[in-house]
């Protein structure tokens, strides 16, 4: 199996509806029900079809987003960075207290079943799990049939603060992280600290061959720091190779090799 | 605080006072002689400490400052491979690797050098470097992984950087009060880049270099990589033309001692967990293509 991955395209919001609200006020409590005792932290690689919707075919779905949930007694945080044009996008942050699920910003929480996020397909998709034990890799079926999803799920390390990771509500002030759009929550890295002065260098240095002299070239550092890799290119760099999380999809199955027309008398299979 | 400045500036004294103890005088007066060297042994290891609280405290800020003079050294030195997709690969290679236990506060970048050595780099701040030397013996994408790896941990664990405020009072001429020192500022910065890159030419420690071999298995094992790719391109290095790993190899521990270090790095891993891809393939088709 070979997938590529792309940029997701926007996911169209479904329209609110009271059904809507049901079917997720449903997903949501069993969510809470399935939510297991004790600590515990995961991480989940998220594949969706292209254009949305159901496909026939896992080589169908294209890396769509990440997912990390941490969990405790019957309280859950979930992060989820969908992709969007090329890159993860800022967070969405859910947190459930014994007041249920809530959607939480830098200005406070909101219920998340009256939020916008709620109406996302995406984000129903995660939300509808399994929140406790699931398999490293699985396909979520569509409602009639057909791939909605594939999932990788990997164990995270389970080592959180509680009373940070389910706080309701973001760090205000920040540095590089809230500026990237990352939570300060999960593990991140920040690319916006780089520093204001050119680049200098020495002329002479010490080496164990001896004194040498150098043209330092300062050009030579700004033309590394102008190189880029996207996060789906990462993605897809890592699935080519079946590096993890993707070491838990299936192995391609062999290519039947091309049969030649077989000689009159010939018995099929043998060797010469 | 720097705890392994201070065991460097505390543990000879340590040692030469204990050894000072054994050695010891007439019985009677042993009790008191060897409580009053312990008394100072105390002092002296007090003092390394007060020492070590006032290294000059160096920010991610400045060692970012420091790395890119540093860098744009190296880069001098040696020259850089301006190719786009050969730069991609080390890069993404490197970020496979360097998001296993990333620093959050900066940022990595990979470059190649243009250069028949084997060698690779890494300058603080998160700038690491590979020859095309290095590259040329490699037979698959995990041995630059490890060699990236072994680099990253010189990054993540500030070596260059705690060699600079290990140096910064001699070397650098620095007496004010350590937290008044803005290390970047025009006083300091080209003599911190320049006891930076010497540290860095010249060697690191046998600690340091063994603890990167070390962190490059565990690092590329975590990434699904075969976890002996460090130890496959250290055995090579005895492979190589003189001339072409002179200087890593004088800058190094001995390849054997590197190779029985790693063999303990390897075993303190259960089989399952040492990764095992290689992507030969796609390093002949990416990483060797030019």
Redesign the interface.
Same mark, same amino acid.
């Given at each position: 199996m070979r997938i590529a991955i792309i940029a997701l395209a926007a996911v169209p919001l479904i329209a609110p509806s009271l059904a809507a609200q049901e079917d997720l006020a449903g997903i949501l409590v069993e969510r809470r029900e399935g939510v297991p005792a004790g600590k515990r932290a995961f991480e989940e690689t998220w594949l969706l079809p292209a254009a949305g919707g159901v496909v026939s075919s896992a080589d169908e779905t294209r890396f769509a987003g990440r997912v990390s949930v941490f969990q405790q007694g019957s309280k859950e945080r979930i992060e989820i960075r969908p992709v969007e044009e090329g890159a993860l996008g800022d967070p969405i942050v859910i947190v459930s207290d014994d007041g249920g699920y809530h959607l939480v910003t830098r200005v406070g929480a909101t219920p998340f079943a009256t939020s916008a996020p709620a109406r996302d397909p995406f984000v129903q998709l995660v939300l509808t799990g399994p929140a406790g034990a699931a398999p490293p890799h699985r396909i979520v079926p569509g409602p009639g049939g057909g791939v909605a999803a594939v999932v990788l799920r990997s164990e995270g390390r389970a080592a959180f603060d509680p009373d940070e990771a389910f706080e309701l509500r973001l760090p205000q002030v920040g540095g =590089?992280?809230l500026r990237t759009g990352l939570s300060s929550f999960s +593990? /991140?890295?920040?690319?916006e600290?780089? #520093?204001? #002065? =050119? /680049? *200098? =260098?020495?002329d002479?240095? *010490?080496? /164990?061959?001896g004194t040498?002299s150098?043209? !330092?070239?300062?050009a +030579?550092?700004e033309?590394? &720091?102008a *190189?880029r890799?996207s996060p789906v &290119? %990462?993605e897809t %760099?890592?699935m080519? #190779? *079946?590096? !993890?999380p993707y070491?838990a999809l299936p192995e391609e199955p062999a290519e039947e090799p091309a049969t030649e027309p077989q000689a009159a008398g010939t018995a099929v299979g043998s060797s010469p | 605080m720097n705890g392994r400045l201070v065991r460097r500036l505390a543990s000879p004294a340590l040692a030469a006072l204990a050894a000072l103890a054994l050695t010891g005088t007439a019985a009677p007066a042993r009790g008191q002689i060897l409580d009053r060297i312990l008394e100072k042994a105390e002092k002296v290891k007090e003092t390394a400490e007060k020492v070590g609280t006032a290294v000059v405290p160096i920010s991610t800020e400045q060692e970012i400052e420091i790395g890119r003079g540093i860098a744009a050294t190296i880069a001098g030195h040696y020259g850089l491979v301006r190719d786009s997709l050969l730069t991609e690969y080390v890069t993404l290679v490197g970020l496979t690797v360097a998001v296993i236990d990333p620093r959050p506060d900066i940022a990595y970048r990979f470059a190649v050098l243009d250069s028949d050595e084997v060698n690779a780099f890494a300058a603080p701040g998160g700038y690491v470097f590979v020859t095309r030397g290095a590259i040329a013996i490699m037979e698959d994408e995990s041995m630059l992984a490890g060699v990236l790896a072994h680099e990253l941990s010189h990054v993540n664990r500030r070596d260059i950087i705690e060699e600079i405020q290990s140096k910064a009072r001699t070397a650098l001429g620095i007496e004010e009060a350590a937290e008044r020192v803005d290390i970047t500022g025009e006083e300091y910065l080209q003599k911190a880049i320049e006891t930076g890159a010497s540290a860095l030419f010249m060697g690191l420690s046998r600690e340091d270099e063994l603890e990167a071999d070390a962190y490059s298995v565990r690092t590329t094992a975590a990434a699904g990589y075969d976890a002996t790719a460090i130890r496959r391109f250290v055995s090579r290095l005895d492979r190589a033309a003189e001339e072409e790993v002179s200087l890593l190899k004088k800058t190094h521990p001995d390849v054997d001692d590197r190779l029985a270090a790693l063999d303990r790095a390897l075993a303190a891993i259960p089989a399952a967990e040492r990764g095992d891809v290689t992507a030969a393939a796609r390093f002949q088709d990416r990483g060797m293509h030019r």
């Open positions: =590089g992280l +593990a /991140a890295q920040n690319t600290v780089t #520093a204001s #002065a =050119g /680049a *200098r =260098g020495v002479q240095v *010490r080496t /164990a061959n040498v150098v043209t !330092p070239d300062p +030579a550092v033309w590394m &720091e *190189r890799v &290119e %990462f %760099f890592k080519e #190779a *079946r590096l !993890p070491d | -």
